[in-house]
């Protein structure tokens, strides 16, 4: 998908991706469950055993629980790239789903097979069917049905199961659609099987929650989103290059440093610092999550403060320090590392962790780039975010908020500097040209759309 074209045979490794995904996600949370309850068993039991040994049984239960929740990271953050694909005409309506909490766990039981073998058995020609549960940022419903020609979201669907003897539950799926004439399934079969078993009756709690769910599905799929401000601006660069929002470039001599050294640096713009380390290459990611903490990392780094000292802005008053790396997770508005036009062999490494990216920023450039575009920057108490306004008249202000989105962009996610500047000075212009009327709450939207390498 990445490369393209689609070579033959393809259809079949397609199909088999999402059920081969969630059942690794289900066995990781059958394992996570199951050293819980021996968690809690040996916590049970701890009058019967010297505090030194329950204390390192503790200290190794929760060893591996961090490890196991390491690999279920590793999968979403697998399952949100092939997602993320799939939803590129309909980035919009993911925010309705951040809306609610993320799902960190698959269902255990029957619920939770049941969903394995529907995924595994699904088959339809004119749509794409993406499981929820193989991602981070699908909450609502358990699937996504997604037209093929237009990339809109179709439908959601809830899936429920009931079990009717060992061996055999009945799966029923409850489906909101955005028409009635692009209902997926309309035209298939059911089994003689299935009609003879009957609607699943569901006890009263279970189907007080799948009508809150269907609620859900149905606001999810709204459409509507009203009368824009006049005036505000739309597709500022949607004519741009990936490599002009995002330092594709740095990533990549990053990349091939990191073929001949297990450490490398790179300065990207004047504010931040990458640092790539290899991580046990040879060995798999099991061995990586397990063992990684033999690694001695500080030897490592010893050449780090001489290149974090070069971020400093001498003329600014907000010079701070911001550790992280960068991030395989989803982040709104953002495309996932995996569709960058970087070497797939360095990708495969970032998201199984044979590299760690670490990051040191220092907002004070683009805090100051901000102050240059006219705009007020006031720290917080604590530092740890923003305040960025602009006085256009005595009774007039331009506050953006939630600033520090900007700055996890840039850090974690790697989006320029001065593509985040460009997208609010237009928005200011607009209003300091009279088109946005006062009293104005506008949303910034900012969606990023990839092809094919072979496309571009």
Known sequence: MKRGPIPAGFGELFLSFQPTLA????????????????????????????SEQFTA???????????????????RSIGDAFAWFFYGNSQDSITRHLQHPTIPHTPPGVGGKAELAFLDKI??????????????????????????RSGEVIALGELKARKVKPGKAVVTLHMMATDRKRIPFSRVPVAPDALS?????????????????????????????????????EGLFENNKIDDGYHVSSLKNLSDSLDTSDVAYEHVGSGLLLIGLNVLPEASLSERLLGADGIDFKARLEQVVEHAVKLVHFKSCNNSIRFGEISTGFMPGCAPPFWLPINIRFLRKLYFQGVVVSTIYNPAHVLERFRDAGLTVTQSKDGSSYQIEKTLAPDRRLILEHSNWFLEVIQHHLMKEEKVIECVVAIM??????HIPPNTKVQMVINTHVFPESTR
Request: glycine residues 10%.
């Open 429 to 434: 212009e607009k209003m300091e040209e009279g």
């Open 123 to 148: 088959r339809y020609a004119d749509c794409v069917v993406i499981y929820h549960g193989i991602t981070s940022f699908l909450r609502i419903g358990d699937l996504s049905f997604l037209d093929l």
């Open 57 to 75: 049984q503790m200290r190794e239960v929760d060893g591996f629980r961090d490890s196991i929740r390491s690999a279920l990271k590793v999968g």
């Open 197 to 233: 078993s009957g609607r699943p009756e569901l006890q009263k709690d279970m189907a007080d929650r799948l009508e809150r769910q269907i609620g859900k599905m149905r606001d999810a799929l709204k459409t509507d989103k009203g009368d824009p401000p006049p005036g505000v601006p």
């Open 23 to 50: 059942g690794a996600l289900f066995q990781l949370d059958e394992v996570y469950r199951r050293i819980g309850e021996e968690k809690r068993a040996a916590i049970a039991n701890k009058a019967h055993v010297a």
